[in-house]
């Protein structure tokens, strides 16, 4: 009799912890049932900050003339990786990696007032959902010169747009879809303007693009593959960004200063370009 009471408990327990955890990470719905992906978004969530700098190879293994001199930037260069998750590009296109790493100062599109792009935008900071489409809202670069930008994604079933799907533009041609409670959404007719992220990560204008949104309560989960199969060995599959939702009712996304000017004052003639 006692076996079964405790053995009755600890299931009753099990179930509680359960049930807990469950209403926890469950998401809101909207009214058609689909979970709420609406707000603010916007920090790390349940993850520390890497500390550890993993030791990466930094040359190719055909690789010629490949020294261990690198810029003294603060990104993800070859020899100071804060994450081994890197694009595995073909051996051709591993000299130009690691040109546009050296010269980071000179190369990053970061320092020609362009648009991050996706992935290196990263998750968006407002949502906006609709029955029909997903409205971005995207950070600036803050202190650096990148604008605030917007995407405006039909989630509705439709196909990617037979002519923007070929053009080549920052943020290419995207449509959304619901698999399950994920947010599916998929990219093509980029530009080869952007990389995927500091360190010299350029890209081709084959790039095609899954992200996937998921909700677990108050944090986003973001994901994002790369399929590039102009210059990438092989897709490359990002690690899950967390975000958690901004609830303060006084929170807002903050104007920032425009792309800065440093050559009007140098200007000689009436000419424009």
């Excluded at 533009?169 to 599916?184: A, N, P, R």
């Excluded at 007719?189 to 909700?215: C, P």
């Excluded at 677990?216 to 399929?227: K, M």
């Amino acid at each position: 009799m006692n076996t079964r009471r405790i053995t009755f408990t600890t299931a009753a327990v099990a179930l509680a912890i359960a049930g807990s955890a469950a209403a926890q990470t469950a998401a809101p719905r909207t009214a058609a049932g689909l979970p709420d992906l609406s707000g603010l978004w916007g920090g790390p969530a349940g993850e520390e900050d890497i500390s550890t700098i993993i030791i990466s190879r930094r040359c190719a293994p055909s690789q010629f003339e490949c020294t261990e001199q690198t810029n003294q930037a603060l990104d993800q260069e070859f020899t100071g990786r804060a994450d081994p998750n890197r694009p595995l590009y073909k051996p051709e296109f591993w000299d130009k990696v690691q040109y546009l790493d050296m010269n980071t100062n000179k190369e990053d599109p970061l320092f020609a007032c362009q648009p991050y792009g996706v992935p290196r935008g990263g998750p968006p900071a407002k949502i906006v959902q609709t029955k029909d489409e997903i409205i971005f809202l995207n950070r600036s670069g803050g202190a650096t010169t990148q604008p605030a930008d917007y995407r405006v994604i039909p989630i509705d079933g439709r196909a990617h747009d037979p002519v923007r799907a070929i053009d080549v533009t920052f943020y290419g041609d995207s449509v959304g879809k619901w698999e399950g409670d994920t947010l599916v959404i998929d990219s093509v007719g980029f530009n080869d303007l952007t990389w995927l992220a500091r360190g010299g990560y350029f890209h081709s204008d084959q790039m095609h693009i899954v992200e996937k949104l998921s909700r677990e309560g108050d944090t986003l989960v973001y994901q994002v593959t790369v399929d590039d199969p102009g210059v990438l060995v092989h897709p490359w599959v990002m690690d899950p960004i967390r975000v958690k939702l901004n609830t303060s009712p006084k929170a807002y996304l903050p104007e920032y200063e425009p792309c800065k000017d440093y050559d009007h004052e140098n200007m000689s003639s009436q000419i424009r370009h």
